[in-house]
């Protein structure tokens, strides 16, 4: 099976900052990996596909970044509506995995 | 809109079973693979188990053993987990998410959920 590892497991941030969540596959996957952003009592939400590119009307300031076994999630300038917990997702092989989550709350 | 609606969830004795249903309107539920993926209260995501379009070929995560069986029913837009010989820890939040078309193993839409509760 295929683990999916993120870090940082929490982060504390301020409107406009810069935020980076790493996800890294124990073995590797090319560029089949998606990010989630879910909001407490709410669905999962699809942001990024195939690694890098954004699912419709997901914002720009939402970019998806690598290959192989490690990516990165970058959230240019966090907003309001940005603090969620994220989680990252492998789907080269069955069975699916998911990384264990990132909270971003506020600073 | 695509529209995934989950029910059938309940509170339950250990080893006891049940049906949950995902009822799908504005895609074309027989060209999807579907899938079931669970939460635990306060926990991350886990995948439970995926259906071909068709429904011809099923995937289940390892630590089911046997117990859960996903099916569907394309003339009625409707997916199905039976869930057999449940246990505490298969309490959770029950997602129906859609795969998407292109890779077929990513999820692009959610619905809201059915709670199971597994408890004596």
């Known amino acids: 099976d295929i683990q999916m590892s993120q870090s940082p497991s929490a982060l504390s941030a301020a409107v406009g900052d810069r935020v980076t969540i790493t996800c890294r596959a124990s073995?590797?996957?090319?560029?089949?990996l998606g990010w989630f952003q879910q909001k407490p009592g709410k669905p999962p939400k699809y942001l990024i596909y195939g690694a890098s590119s954004l699912q419709s009307g997901v914002p720009s300031r939402f970019k998806g970044s690598g290959s192989g076994t490690d990516f990165t999630l970058t959230i240019s300038s966090l907003q309001p509506e940005d603090f969620a917990t994220y989680y990252c997702?492998?789907?080269?092989?069955?069975?699916?995995?998911f990384g264990q989550g990132t909270k971003v709350d506020i600073k | 809109d695509v529209q995934l609606l989950e029910s059938g969830g309940t509170l339950l004795r250990p080893g006891g079973s049940l049906r949950l249903s995902c009822a799908a309107s504005g895609f074309t539920f027989s060209s999807h693979v579907m899938s079931w993926v669970r939460q635990a209260p306060g926990k991350g995501l886990e995948w439970v188990s995926s259906?071909?379009?068709?429904?011809?070929?099923?995937f289940y995560a390892d630590s089911l053993k046997g117990r859960f069986t996903i099916s569907r029913d394309n003339s009625k837009n409707t997916l199905f987990l039976q869930m057999n010989s449940l246990r505490a820890e298969d309490t959770a939040l029950y997602y129906c998410a859609r795969n998407s078309w292109l890779s077929e193993k990513d999820f692009d839409y959610w619905g809201l959920g059915t709670l199971v509760t597994v408890s004596s």
């Open positions: 997702q492998q789907y080269h092989s069955y069975p699916l995995t």
């Open positions: 073995q590797g996957i090319i560029n089949y």
């Open positions: 259906i071909s379009d068709t429904g011809d070929n099923t």
